[in-house]
């Protein structure tokens, strides 16, 4: 009988509140070659790291103020360490957070009016919105102090336990908080778009080098995301061909820009798990359709194959949830507010 994984969640708030679900591994090297790195991490017991689990859940108990706390408190650890003693300069994050320096108001207008013209001059509405600037600020500095994993950085190599956590919570409190703010402005303009995720990341967890054989899964399944299907984890830093045509702009891919690239080179035992509505081509997101063939388009104009798996052009399928088995139901919303309401994990098992 083939292996399943079984992840027991629980209520943050009760811990005897339990919910368990199981993941089909695909059948294919990777998927395998994952079980056998996550049964590994789990005979180790490496420590899950666990406030970077669970992403866009609109009504977590990890509110926007919460979130700035905890990264206010990791910031006040970092400028109060002492790096002189290793021979650096210190370091000082000067940004302070709150609700209102990470997104704009709610009260934001959606619409304006031009009095002359008589007719709405619509603009995109702010409120809700992320700040990006701050936010890229934040990450930034995450960037410096921890440095790649082929060039670590001298800030986080001379840290203490502590100083590293807090160091670390500069990058998962930044993507919690930019799901968070995406989800929450969702749930109010269109709900059915909100995109819950799960990252599942251990601590000094294996990393693998992938194979040829591995990189073929970018080709078969591209950027697609589907409800309860589970995917490699990036396990690396840095920015990715996708991320600067989205978030850049498009620029042409000089040496400058592609020195910020970097291709995923490596897999783990780590996971992530999609429990957003289904993003696939050809199918009803024109959106994404029209997306892909613009993101293909700068590819070739900038002289790289589309269809090299080498670039790393996506997302490496792993698995699936059993649905019915797990929950009873396939329906997307009721399973929301069942996992909604066990946003903790409390044990993962290789059955």
Same mark, same amino acid.
């Given at each position: 009988?083939?292996?399943?994984?079984?992840?027991?969640?629980?209520?943050? *708030?009760?811990?005897?509140?339990?919910?368990?679900?199981?993941?089909?591994?695909?059948?294919? +090297? *990777?998927?395998?070659?994952?079980?056998? +790195?996550?049964?590994?991490?789990?005979?180790?017991?490496?420590?899950?790291?666990?406030?970077?689990?669970?992403?866009?859940?609109?009504?977590?108990?990890?509110?926007?103020?919460?979130?700035? &706390?905890?990264?206010?408190?990791?910031?006040?650890?970092?400028?109060?360490?002492?790096?002189?003693?290793? @021979?650096?300069?210190?370091?000082?994050?000067?940004?302070?957070?709150?609700?209102?320096?990470? $997104?704009? #108001?709610?009260?934001?207008?959606?619409?304006?009016?031009?009095?002359?013209?008589?007719?709405?001059?619509?603009?995109?509405?702010?409120?809700?919105?992320? /700040?990006?600037?701050?936010?890229? =600020?934040?990450?930034?500095?995450?960037?410096?102090?921890?440095?790649?994993?082929?060039? #670590?950085?001298?800030? @986080?190599?001379?840290? #203490?336990?502590?100083?590293?956590?807090?160091?670390?919570?500069?990058?998962?409190?930044?993507?919690?908080?930019?799901?968070?703010?995406?989800? =929450?402005?969702?749930?109010?303009?269109?709900?059915?778009?909100?995109?819950?995720? &799960?990252?599942?990341?251990?601590?000094?967890? %294996?990393?693998?080098?992938?194979?040829?054989?591995?990189?073929? @899964?970018?080709?078969?399944?591209?950027?697609?995301?589907?409800?309860?299907?589970?995917?490699?984890?990036?396990?690396?830093? @840095? /920015?990715?061909?996708?991320?600067?045509?989205?978030?850049?702009?498009?620029?042409?891919?000089?040496? %400058?820009?592609?020195?910020?690239?970097?291709? *995923?080179?490596?897999?783990?035992?780590?996971?992530?798990?999609?429990?957003?509505?289904?993003?696939? $081509?050809?199918?009803?997101?024109?959106?994404?359709?029209?997306?892909?063939?613009?993101?293909?388009?700068?590819?070739?104009?900038?002289?790289?194959?589309?269809?090299? #798996?080498? *670039?790393?052009?996506?997302?490496?399928?792993?698995?699936?949830?059993?649905?019915? $088995?797990?929950?009873?139901?396939?329906?997307?919303? /009721?399973?929301?507010?069942?996992?909604?309401?066990?946003?903790?994990?409390?044990?993962?098992?290789?059955?």
């Amino acid at each position: 009988m083939a292996s399943t994984v079984r992840v027991t969640l629980q209520n943050p *708030l009760d811990h005897g509140d339990t919910l368990a679900y199981h993941i089909v591994p695909d059948d294919h +090297a *990777l998927a395998q070659d994952w079980l056998a +790195a996550l049964r590994e991490i789990l005979n180790q017991g490496l420590e899950l790291e666990k406030t970077f689990c669970f992403l866009g859940w609109p009504n977590s108990h990890r509110s926007i103020n919460v979130l700035c &706390q905890e990264l206010n408190h990791s910031i006040e650890i970092i400028n109060n360490h002492d790096f002189t003693q290793h @021979g650096l300069n210190d370091y000082v994050i000067e940004e302070w957070f709150s609700e209102h320096t990470v $997104r704009f #108001p709610d009260s934001y207008p959606v619409e304006t009016r031009t009095p002359d013209s008589g007719h709405s001059d619509r603009r995109e509405a702010l409120g809700l919105k992320l /700040k990006h600037g701050i936010m890229n =600020q934040l990450h930034n500095h995450f960037e410096v102090l921890e440095g790649t994993v082929e060039q #670590p950085s001298p800030y @986080g190599q001379a840290s #203490p336990p502590e100083v590293r956590h807090a160091i670390r919570q500069l990058n998962n409190i930044c993507h919690e908080m930019e799901s968070l703010v995406l989800s =929450q402005r969702k749930q109010r303009v269109a709900p059915e778009w909100i995109r819950p995720s &799960q990252i599942t990341t251990f601590l000094d967890a %294996t990393r693998y080098h992938l194979t040829d054989q591995h990189r073929q @899964g970018f080709r078969t399944n591209g950027y697609d995301r589907q409800f309860g299907h589970v995917y490699m984890h990036w396990s690396q830093i @840095g /920015k990715t061909l996708f991320e600067v045509f989205r978030d850049e702009g498009a620029p042409d891919l000089t040496d %400058t820009v592609c020195e910020a690239i970097t291709h *995923l080179q490596y897999y783990s035992g780590e996971f992530d798990v999609e429990w957003g509505r289904d993003v696939v $081509r050809n199918h009803d997101c024109p959106w994404h359709d029209q997306q892909q063939l613009m993101f293909e388009d700068w590819l070739i104009r900038n002289g790289r194959d589309p269809e090299d #798996p080498k *670039l790393s052009l996506g997302y490496l399928h792993i698995g699936e949830i059993d649905l019915a $088995r797990s929950f009873g139901t396939t329906d997307r919303f /009721k399973i929301w507010d069942m996992v909604g309401h066990h946003l903790d994990i409390a044990r993962i098992d290789v059955l």
